[in-house]
């Protein structure tokens, strides 16, 4: 095999004995590989659940309990699944698998968007559409089916209810909670459609573009005078530095200091026109001018303060700009030209003619569009809005009663946004308008009958005589909010109030919403390197392949157990991903097997037959038994008060743990006893004690692993008796587990976890240790344990060492001959303060935390023996390492049964298979390891 210093051994080799029939393991005991591959058993397993219709099966046997609501999203019809999509899913399909196994019934329904942007930029770049005249070219009824066909590719279903969207409307603006006006959004000149903010942070860049400083003149005397050129100005003195490049040596006069307020009203002439000037608190002066020339139809700043002004109406807004981002024929000079090629031209007129006083460039980031990569403008859209100032107390008292995860989006950033949305300085009531609530109001109105499609290529040619008597209404070129439709979401999911009535108003609200914080805060999971992802730019690993290499039970459990559902920023990596494979997967699925292992060698050499009790009337004494049972409890316990808070963060990392102990501390220091080395009932109460571990653990980890969790329970349920009348073909038609109070023991918890921190329990009561102590022998490889509070039979002595920080302050001058003091104590002096923790020297008096007790072992004591100690806090361990010729033999007879059990793992051996070994000694100086063999071989 191998050298060790003097030893040399040649190959084993080994004989597989004929198993005759008495030898073979029954085929009740499930036959579990040495090798899985997860993506692969999760695709059977997924047979398996179609096979049983597990999902129908599931809500069917929850129907009549009580009902868990839950809101869910649509799924993405554009195009396959990145991993904010799911991380989405996997929290909403873990927490109401919970529910579900906590005794709810939970009807699980997909929302639905077609994500109208994606599909119509695919349908723009397949039909090389630029406008939306060249939509119009093609007509509406054209372009909407080319949307649909895409649709399709990538959705089965199709479902609208769309006029419980109509119903909610029409009770808003029954209400007077609907007006229209104009919001300044990023709008992509690309699509030609406005976007969210949260779209609109996805894909910044850094870009160059021009910055100039023009002169408007005052039809009044400015108050700065240029000495060189005569020029008088008026700007912030804060902002010379716009003017001359080193204002301490420019010459001018300042003629007179004003406050801004006081230019508010002045006339000044610009390049067209008349205007005036305005006063508001947003400009700064820490860039710029101090002036800042507003656009109403492009900034949000610049709208709200012309409409504060009169300058322009919430009814009409000027906007030079085409929704393809060209100049319309108001701008004659420049007409037809987009914005951003426009720069040039301008910046030459202006030079020409003499009002460009400075022209620079500067870098800066800047939004572009996240589907055409092209730079975003912001622009005037008009839409229909729904009125939140005069319901905003309401607002904040359902906002404090709700439970939100983390808690700072409710206190801070939620809270925030309610308390200074503002609803637009827009007319009370817009005339000759009709709100249409239903289908069948909209077919007695216009006189119409059997209208089933609601897209436009359908309805724009529909009117509606006026009640007034003013011609025909038609349907209004704006939209509403396009969040308006999330918000009808509960209503149109029901299709209230037109079906299910009383049920809605029975679930209505919801227990639970999973929403991506991205939606207010912007585009937050991140690749390896830092950067954004993005599927443009391909810069993450496809979640298909990930997938596939690594199955979705490790993908869930990567993304569940990430800062993001703390919202928090995720750092996408592949290799966090593998790691789980090997840190939980893997041993996880080992211990499982190893229980397996052991119930076929146990039943082929004592005929033994497991039987899970179920009841719990077996009576543990061991006192690892206990300990990995209570534990287990507290587990059960900690992860149902974490999940009624929904705290998943918490309880995943506890979940992992168990799992780590179950297999690195439980099992190694437990495998004789699950052999049967100490005798078979030890053996069967062992047995029951890993059963239960492991069955409670696939019933916990269902919701969050839910294919390994089947795949272990298929076999682990072979050993429970069945109860008639219970379906119990899948581990997700179980319940979740509950506390057995029988089980608890925090005595033994405290004293294993203290064993686990330090190797030894060095805090632990006396008792304590002695329950461990079998555990710690051979853990440690120790012959013996002696525990004694007689520590001058082991030559222990103390030492006294002061708290130079705690008795300088104390102290003062005192401090030095305190110190020389202590050098000199006598060993009465030292055990009166270790026992009373008060002394005085030198007429000082010192209490408990003045002096460090020192514990200090005479290794001199003792005869003929090596010894090491190690104190800590009031314990000190001594181990006696001196090696006698058994120790030596016994450990290479250990190292020599290592190294078989490592060739019969590499040889795919089983427990149940007979072996018989042969082997040739080629090197044994001083036939040391052959008299160790036959000096060990009983043992």
């Known amino acids: 095999m191998t050298s060790n210093g003097d030893f040399v051994w040649a190959a084993w080799h080994w004989t597989k004995a004929d198993n005759s029939p008495k030898d073979q393991v029954p085929s009740a005991i499930p036959d579990v590989p040495a090798n899985i591959s997860f993506p692969a058993e999760e695709h059977r397993i997924l047979e398996f659940w179609k096979e049983i219709d597990a999902f129908q099966t599931s809500l069917k046997l929850s129907k009549g309990k009580k009902e868990f609501t839950f809101y869910d999203g649509p799924p993405f019809a554009t195009g396959l699944p990145h991993y904010g999509h799911l991380l989405a899913g996997t929290i909403k399909d873990t927490v109401t698998r919970y529910a579900h196994q906590t005794g709810h019934h939970v009807e699980r329904r997909f929302g639905w968007d077609c994500h109208g942007l994606p599909v119509e930029h695919e349908i723009d770049k397949k039909l090389n559409i630029k406008t939306q005249e060249d939509v119009m070219k093609i007509g509406i009824k054209q372009y909407n089916a080319e949307c649909r066909s895409i649709v399709m590719k990538f959705s089965s279903e ?37 976007m969210s903010n949260f779209e609109a942070g996805q894909n910044y860049k850094d870009v160059i573009d021009p910055s100039v400083v023009i002169s408007f003149p005052l039809k009044s005397d400015p108050n700065i005078k240029d000495e060189e050129t005569g020029s008088i100005w008026i700007l912030l003195p804060q902002r010379l530095e716009m003017l001359y490049k080193d204002p301490k040596k420019a010459k001018y006069t300042v003629l007179e200091k004003i406050m801004g307020s006081a230019l508010k009203g002045l006339e000044y002439e610009p390049l067209k026109g008349s205007f005036i000037v305005m006063a508001d608190t947003y400009v700064t002066d820490d860039s710029g001018t101090g002036i800042v020339h507003c656009a109403p139809a492009f900034g949000e700043d610049d709208y709200r303060v012309c409409i504060n002004h009169n300058v322009v109406s919430g009814e009409d807004v000027p906007c030079p700009v085409d929704a393809s981002g060209n100049f319309t024929s108001i701008v004659r000079d420049y007409a037809g030209q987009y914005v951003k090629d426009a720069d040039k031209p301008i910046q030459k007129d202006l030079k020409a003619r003499n009002r460009l006083i400075r022209q620079t460039q500067f870098s800066h980031s800047y939004p572009f569009c996240w589907r055409s990569d092209t730079p975003l403008i912001y622009k005037a859209v008009p839409s229909w809005f729904v009125r939140v100032t005069n319901i905003r107390s309401q607002l904040m008292k359902n906002n404090a009663e709700t439970l939100w995860v983390p808690d700072f989006v409710k206190e801070k950033r939620f809270a925030n946004w309610l308390e ?27 006189g119409v009958k059997g209208i089933t499609d609601l897209h436009r290529d359908s309805i724009d040619h529909l009117t509606i005589p006026s009640r007034k008597g003013k011609g025909v209404l038609r349907r209004t070129n704006e939209v509403l909010d396009c969040w308006f439709e999330s918000g009808s979401m509960p209503f149109a ?51 298909s392949i990930i997938l596939e290499s690594y199955g979705a039970d490790v993908l869930r459990l990567y993304l569940i157990n990430s800062p993001v559902v703390r919202a928090e920023p995720l750092r996408f990596d592949e290799k966090g991903v593998k790691s ?25 050499e004592h005929d033994f037959d497991f039987k899970y009790d179920a009841k719990g009337d077996t009576k543990f004494d061991n006192v690892m038994d206990q300990w990995i049972l209570a ?55 062992a047995l029951q004690t890993l059963f239960e571990v492991l069955f409670t653990l696939s019933k916990m980890m269902a919701p969050f692993t839910p294919f390994i969790t089947e795949t272990m329970y298929q076999n682990l349920k072979s050993c429970i008796q069945e109860t008639p009348g219970e379906d119990t073909r899948s581990v997700h038609f179980l319940m979740f587990p509950e506390v057995k109070s029988q089980y608890f023991n925090a005595d033994i918890e405290r004293s294993v976890s203290r064993m686990q921190r330090r190797g030894l329990a060095l805090k632990a009561p006396l008792r304590g240790i002695r329950s461990l102590e079998s555990y710690i022998k051979e853990e440690l490889n120790l012959k013996t344990v002696t525990t004694t509070a007689d520590e001058a039979a082991y030559g222990v002595r103390y030492e006294l060492k002061p708290d130079f920080k705690v008795l300088g302050a104390k102290l ?19 055990q009166q303060y270790v026992s009373t923790n008060s002394l005085v020297i030198e007429g000082v008096s010192l209490g408990e935390g003045d002096l460090e007790v020192v514990r200090q072992f005479d290794t001199s004591a003792g005869t003929g023996s090596k010894f090491e100690a190690k104190a800590q806090g009031d314990v000190l361990v001594i181990l006696d390492v001196a090696e006698d010729l058994e120790l030596v033999q016994e450990g290479l007879a250990r190292e020599l049964i290592n190294r078989v059990q490592r060739l019969r793992k590499k040889a795919g051996l089983q427990p149940v298979d ?22 060990q071989r009983s043992s």
């Open 580 to 604: 789980l494979i090997a840190a939980v997967f893997l041993p996880w699925y080992n211990s499982y097997r190893f229980f397996f292992a052991q119930l076929a060698l146990l039943k082929k």
């Open 158 to 194: 199709w479902e609208t209810t769309v006029t419980s969207v109509w119903w909610v409307f029409k009770e808003l603006f029954e209400k007077g909670q609907i007006y229209r006006g104009f919001s300044i959004m990023p709008y992509s000149t690309a699509c030609t459609t406005p």
């Open 493 to 543: 999911q029901q299709h209230y109030p037109f079906e299910n009535k009383d049920r809605f108003e029975r679930v209505f609200p919801a227990d639970f919403i999973a929403e991506g914080l991205d939606q207010t805060r912007g585009w937050f999971y991140t690749s390896f390197d830092g950067k954004k992802m993005s599927k443009s730019k391909k810069n993450y690993p496809d979640p």
């Open 812 to 830: 003062g001058k005192d401090l030095a001959k305190v110190k020389k003091a202590l050098t000199t104590l006598s060993p009465e002096q030292v």
């Open 914 to 935: 007979d072996v018989e070994y042969f082997y040739t000694m080629t090197v044994d100086k001083d036939g040391k390891l052959a008299k160790a063999m036959v000096a």
């Open 420 to 446: 200074t949305r503002e609803t637009g300085t827009f007319p009370e009531t817009v005339t000759g308008i009709i709100a249409v609530g239903s289908v069948a109001e909209l077919e007695q109105l216009t």
């Open 631 to 685: 534990s287990t409890q507290s587990l059960i316990q900690f992860v149902r008060e974490e999940m009624a808070a929904y705290r998943l963060y918490t309880v995943v990392p506890r979940l992992l743990e168990t799992i780590d102990t179950l297999t690195n501390w439980y099992i190694r220091f437990n495998r004789k006893r699950l052999k049967g080395e100490n005798g078979l009932e030890d053996a069967s109460k």
